[in-house]
């Protein structure tokens, strides 16, 4: 099993640039979850899934989209990137029905200069 | 709004020390708290606690949970520098949506 996967693990843009981050998971999880990591913020929820088909917006999705493609696959997806979206971005998955942890990825650092 | 709150944000201890780190929150339809560890990479699961006054252990870390007062504590005794990272609490809410709440962190470093 290799559990959460992302791509690319890093990535520079320029500003008004788009690009779209990837993440797959093996462990047959319904809830996946992205969320962005900058210094001394922890983890902010971007966009979340609870099921295939269904998303729904976090803490700080201004400026991101989501596609849940199928129950493996959940992709971030930046539109015009500008530099407050530079951060650290994970990817994470976890069974539905509560009392269950997250399974993160390796996490994706993105630049936009 | 639904909030965890981490403190200190950060600590600097000797090897040998005892650590505790807090975490209270308020969040709607609580169900279960959970602690994570994060060194220079994603973050791994310590913890997950559900019931007032349980101390779950591992080694030298230990947390409980007190739903009354709702906070956390995280003890680590004996600390190495093998220890030294962020540590993370995240509240689940017992809700249909699925939503996990992260505070900010204690950013932890052992000295040797």
């Known amino acids: 099993n290799a559990g959460v996967t992302q791509t690319p693990k890093f990535q520079v843009l320029k500003t008004g640039q788009s690009m779209t981050l990837q993440c797959a998971q093996d462990?047959?999880?319904?809830?996946m979850y992205w969320y962005r990591q900058d210094p001394g913020m922890g983890l902010r929820l971007i966009y979340y899934?609870?099921?295939?088909?269904?998303?729904d917006k976090g803490e700080v999705p201004n400026g991101y989209n989501v596609s849940r493609l199928n129950k493996r696959e959940f992709s971030l997806r930046l539109e015009s990137a500008a530099p407050s979206q530079t951060s650290v971005y994970f990817c994470?998955?976890?069974?539905?029905?509560?009392?269950?942890?997250?399974?993160f990825g390796p996490g994706t650092r993105l630049t936009v200069l | 709004e639904d909030k965890v709150v981490q403190s200190p944000l950060s600590l600097v201890v000797h090897e040998g020390d005892t650590v505790t780190l807090n975490c209270s929150y308020e969040?709607?339809?609580?169900?279960?708290l959970l602690w994570y560890k994060q060194e220079k990479k994603a973050p791994t699961f310590l913890f997950m606690l559900?019931?007032?006054?349980i101390e779950k252990k591992s080694g030298r870390l230990s947390s409980i949970l007190d739903k009354k007062e709702l906070f956390s504590i995280l003890n680590i005794t004996a600390t190495q520098t093998g220890d030294s990272a962020v540590y993370l609490c995240?509240?689940?809410?017992?809700?249909?949506?699925?939503?996990?709440?992260f505070g900010k962190g204690t950013r932890l470093h052992i000295l040797p």
């Open positions: 899934s609870a099921s295939e088909g269904t998303t």
């Open positions: 559900t019931s007032s006054g």
């Open positions: 969040v709607t339809n609580f169900r279960s």
């Open positions: 462990m047959n999880h319904n809830s």
């Open positions: 994470a998955s976890r069974p539905s029905g509560g009392y269950n942890e997250q399974f």
């Open positions: 995240a509240v689940e809410r017992r809700n249909r949506d699925d939503k996990i709440i």
